[in-house]
DNA sequence: ACTAATATGTGAATTTTGTGTCATAAACAA
DNA sequence: TTGTTTATGACACAAAATTCACATATTAGT
């Protein structure tokens, strides 16, 4: 019933409507929504539908109920705490992200294999690789941003999946693939980059063919 | 004839045929590729029969052909030049990110607001954002990776936009729509993260269901 | 040379995802 | 109250993406 983009169009609908609350709007047409996102009004319907997120005919949604709605869904009433593995350049970055915490996200621990990168008077503290195990296993974290070097990717997944994880956020460019104990999400930089790049350069062969 | 997720299909294809080369291999089948991707092996031989790779009946794939090819397909023939505009944590770290280069994409410059950001005597030089329109121009860069704070997003693609370029990578949780003049393509790393958090919880209720 | 084995290539079938259509409920006006 | 408008919700339809199924070419063994 749930379908794989549905969760990422749920976040957008998300954002546009905080983006609307915020300029005093209270409600909201499906078709407001699917032109500024460029679907069908239709499917921000279906999608509301398959959510349970109904509407008045003729009135609209009530954009204070559909966000609490989304926000039920993701189970936004409790903090989410994820730890980094790998704090190189890109590690570094996202944890020291601030957007994640204004969606209940919070970056609790880094892990490294450099000794003296190990700090914990800073905010976020970082300890170790060794007491990455023991970490997630105390504290039950379930999800994880993988930025280690390429090298150690998969000793390292395979760490993390026998300390139970549930779901990893992979930025190495190794692919690995989900199993039913443990979701992987993959990011390939490089590869959304080269794809943009023979996407961009299709369209200029066709633009100069016309 | 050639689908969204095709290209990036063909990117891991790629990777695996890389590391198969490496291992001493010297031609694949397509049910070699498919296991290890976990897709169907038609799926392959469909790709590759769209991008007019052939192999032979009984005798497979010769990865060495088949690699030449997507790199032909890639446009790697030539080096991609890419400017990294806001040079915050993140564009800092994707300036230095070592994967790009060899993949043929080279950095040749970042842009920030800020003047005591700028320096040329490194080997990526930082320029102030007021030089990116004339960069773009003269330099005929087509793709640029946004790394801006969400305030000044739009403000920053309108500039991108009006100076020509065309394709860019966002990585600010601003969602932009592409136009047939510039391609634009959204990594909101918040959402992934998000979705991915879905994903586990999900998982995890029907699993204490059963 | 003949036969058996096997992996490609491709059209058909299926699945998945997104869109069009329209009856109906709600709101508003007269 | 009655009529008119209009946006939802449900479902049929369409499009896109993927898998199935199998004829065919090619190789290897006898």
Redo the contacts between chains.
């Keep these: 019933m749930t379908n794989k983009g549905q969760?990422?169009r749920l976040?957008?609908y998300k954002?546009l409507l905080k983006h609307l609350q915020s300029l005093g709007f209270k409600k909201v047409f499906s078709d407001n929504i699917s032109d500024t996102?460029?679907i069908s009004s239709s499917l921000v319907r279906k999608d509301f539908g398959n959510f349970g997120i109904t509407g008045n005919r003729k009135g609209g949604y009530d954009i204070d109920s559909i966000l609490s709605k989304i926000d039920e869904?993701?189970?936004k009433d409790e903090i989410?705490r994820?730890i980094i593995v790998g704090v190189?350049?890109?590690g570094?970055?996202?944890m020291?992200?601030q957007?994640?915490i204004k969606?209940g996200?919070q970056i609790v621990a880094g892990f490294d294999i450099e000794p003296d990168k190990t700090k914990t008077d800073t905010s976020v503290p970082i300890y170790h690789i060794d007491k990455v195990s023991d970490f997630i296993i105390e504290n039950k974290i379930?999800?994880c941003?993988l930025t280690v070097p390429?090298m150690v990717a998969k000793h390292t997944v395979d760490l993390l999946s026998a300390s139970g994880i549930?779901?990893?956020?992979n930025f190495t460019?190794i692919?690995f693939?989900s199993t039913?104990e443990l979701?992987i999400?993959n990011?390939?930089?490089?590869?959304?980059?080269?794809?943009?790049?023979?996407?961009?350069?299709k369209?200029?062969e066709n633009q100069s063919k016309t």
Aim: charged content about 15%; glycine content about 10%; proline content about 2%.
């Design positions: 969760i990422l976040l957008n954002n996102l460029e869904i993701l189970g989410q994820v190189g350049r890109i570094e970055a996202l020291s992200y957007g994640f969606e996200i379930k999800i941003i390429q549930g779901g990893i956020l460019p692919k693939q039913s979701t999400n990011i390939n930089i490089v590869h959304e980059l080269e794809n943009l790049i023979y996407v961009v350069n369209q200029k």
